[in-house]
């Protein structure tokens, strides 16, 4: 079973900074998903990757399959990227999709 | 609107009662997730379709669980004899290979008195 590791599990910025959430899993993977949930609201898919760097406005995403990480950066962050942000794989050979507990960003004017 | 609807999206029931769920995706969305989701934890897989095929279940779903997709289009999730542990936000998501993300309904959430 993938064991999948996010860190911080919160994070506090201000208004502007850049921002890294990391990612780590334990076992092959033929995809990894970075998702956003607002409070109260639904699960958006940010990126899927199975290799490399994604870019979406400013957002960052980075894989090294290697060493089973993966980061999500927020550049000029801004209070309306405040969510839990999600990483979830799906294992080599199977459908699920395995998901870490979130890290939670609150980003303060 | 992420063209994956689900009803209800909250429902309160007593401990033993059956209830069902309901997950719309649009046509094009072969593939069907089922999550459950806890206050404060990731989602959690329940199970998964490839149009009408139940290709894999989480091992965490007691046989007090069933799942279905009849003709590929709509799913239902139906939980009998409902436990207070039972009590939780039930996700469905939707995806056409190829694709890259992975669409998400707003859930229903179950609270299980």
């Known amino acids: 079973k993938n064991e999948v590791e996010q860190s911080p599990q919160n994070l506090t910025a201000q208004e502007g900074e850049f921002i890294t959430i990391n990612c780590s899993y334990s076992?092959?993977?033929?995809?990894l998903h970075w998702l956003q949930q607002h409070p109260g609201g639904g699960i958006v898919s940010l990126f899927m990757l199975s290799s490399g760097k994604k870019k979406h406005g400013r957002l960052i995403a980075t894989i090294n399959i290697q060493e089973k990480h993966s980061s999500l950066h927020i550049t000029a962050s801004h209070p309306r990227d405040s969510a839990v942000y999600i990483c979830?794989?799906?294992?080599?050979?199977?459908?699920?999709?395995?998901f870490g507990k979130g890290t939670k960003l609150s980003v303060i004017p | 609107d992420t063209g994956v609807s689900q009803d209800p999206r909250h429902k309160i029931t007593k401990r033993g009662q059956n209830v069902t769920f309901r997950c719309d995706p649009i046509?094009?969305?072969?593939?069907l997730y089922w999550y459950r989701q806890t206050l404060g934890q990731g989602p959690e897989f329940l199970t998964y379709?490839?149009?009408?095929?139940?290709?894999?279940k989480s091992r965490l779903l007691s046989d007090r669980f069933s799942a279905e997709r009849p003709k590929g289009s709509f799913s239902t999730l139906e939980i009998q004899r409902t436990e207070q542990g039972d009590s939780a936000m039930y996700l469905c998501?939707?995806?056409?290979?190829?694709?890259?993300?992975?669409?998400f309904g707003s859930g229903t959430q179950l609270s299980v008195l």
């Open positions: 979830a794989v799906t294992g080599a050979g199977s459908y699920q999709l395995t």
């Open positions: 076992v092959g993977i033929s995809a």
């Open positions: 998501a939707a995806t056409v290979p190829g694709r890259e993300k992975l669409f």
């Open positions: 379709f490839q149009n009408e095929a139940q290709l894999e």
């Open positions: 046509s094009e969305h072969n593939r």
